[in-house]
Nanobody, 121 residues
Framework: QVQLVESGGGLVQAGGSLRLSCAAS????????MGWSRQAPGKERDFVAAISWNGGNTYYADSVKGRFTISRDNAKNTVYLQMNSLKPEDTAVYYC??????????????WGQGTQVTVSS
């Protein structure tokens, strides 16, 4: 059974940094694009970033471009999201995703349980 487990969330002051990790298990994900999305209270889940199977291509939402960096280590079946210059509006539950269905809408087939990121002003 496919499992994605996020970690690294927490409380940070505005301007600070956090690094999220997503450990994948159940099968290899080295041939799968992976990504991150987030959902703030009362809002829909939004795309944050995605990375191709070999890490050669990355994609970002405009709201995080230049501040967040997605990367992956296929040997460890892990994807990361380095978040710098955090803002209060980055507060959300962050979800790891795998098995890309539609790159136009960044729809994925597998999701983790999420990790809370809270940025205080």
């Amino acid at each position: 059974q496919v499992q994605l487990v996020e970690s690294g969330g927490g409380l940070v002051q505005a301007g600070g940094s956090l690094r999220l990790s997503c450990a994948a298990s159940g099968r290899t994900f080295s041939n799968s694009a992976m990504g991150w999305s987030r959902q703030a209270p009362g809002k829909e889940r939004d795309f944050v970033a995605a990375i191709s199977w070999n890490g050669g291509n990355t994609y970002y939402a405009d709201s995080v471009k230049g501040r967040f960096t997605i990367s992956r280590d296929n040997a460890k079946n892990t994807v990361y999201l380095q978040m710098n210059s955090l803002k209060p509006e980055d507060t959300a539950v962050y979800y790891c995703a795998a098995d890309l269905i539609d790159s136009r809408t960044w729809s994925f087939g597998s999701w983790g349980q999420g990790t809370q990121v809270t940025v205080s002003s």
